[in-house]
């Protein structure tokens, strides 16, 4: 029987034959038999951080996706004149949209969820439509209702809103509520085992993924309606997911 040993358990454990990082450094594994025994060095890197416009991949990983410095809010974006090709061999299931702390909701954290928001690559419908309704369902309510722009710009609990939905409406999710259904459980972009999987964006998200990814002008306007107390509409159906961290 092979006798696993990790020279520093703060860095990285192994059991099996299987090595799982823990924190940044180094560490010796050792795989012993008997009186014979070998060795490797096991290095843990940590990642830069994700910033707005990276490329997310199938794996959970990112990388460069361009961007040099955007201001709060995402006014003045100022983007590589070239922009980085996705690294070869992985597959890209969407661009990092949000990364500020202070607009990612406290639940998520919570779960340590703390990298930020990816915007899918694709729209969540079904075979025979490219647009689908978040619910048909006149009497909808898992989700909190608001027409203030200042509300919409606070809510940013996707995750938790499409949870309740899930909940609420159980296996009758697909007849009254075909986007979040299509999102959930028959979505065609796999999501990796470290995120939170996809999930309906609320206002707030939304609001954060045209202020960051769409221009200056975009998040100047934006900008101008965080505070609005005039009825402000507007929908879409991207799909989302959290990056654990």
């Known amino acids: 029987m092979v006798e696993w040993v990790s020279a520093n358990p703060e860095v990285a454990v192994v059991a099996e034959g299987v090595v799982t990082a823990v924190a940044k450094g180094e560490t010796l594994v050792t795989a012993s038999v008997g009186e014979a025994s070998a060795s490797c060095r ?21 990388s460069d996706g361009g961007l040099l410095s955007i201001e709060d809010d995402g006014l003045n974006p100022v983007w590589a004149d070239t922009k980085p090709a996705p690294v070869a061999g992985k597959t890209v299931i969407g661009i990092v949209c949000q990364t500020d ?18 915007v899918a690559v694709k729209n969540a419908h079904s075979a025979d439509s490219q647009t689908v309704q978040y619910s048909t369902d006149n009497d909808f309510a898992s989700t909190p209702k608001a027409k203030i722009a200042s509300t919409w710009y606070g ?21 009254w509520c075909p986007a979040f259904d299509l999102t959930v459980n028959n979505f065609s972009l796999p ?7 996809w999930f309906l964006p ?44």
């Open 42 to 62: 096991v290095t843990v890197t940590q990642p830069e951080p994700a910033k707005v416009g990276d490329y997310f991949y199938s794996d959970g990983t990112w």
């Open 101 to 118: 702390e202070n607009r990612i909701a406290a639940g998520d954290k919570e779960k340590g969820y703390t990298h930020g928001y990816v």
């Open 155 to 175: 809510n940013v609990n996707g995750y938790e809103e499409t949870m309740k939905t899930v909940s609420d409406y159980g296996p009758n999710l697909a007849t």
């Open 191 to 197: 999501a990796p085992e470290t995120s939170s999987g």
């Open 202 to 245: 609320s206002t707030g998200q939304l609001w954060d993924m045209v202020a960051n990814l769409c221009g200056h002008e975009a998040a100047l306007l934006l900008k101008e309606w965080q505070t609005s107390s005039y009825n402000v509409y507007y929908a879409d159906s991207y799909t989302h997911l959290r990056a654990h961290e």
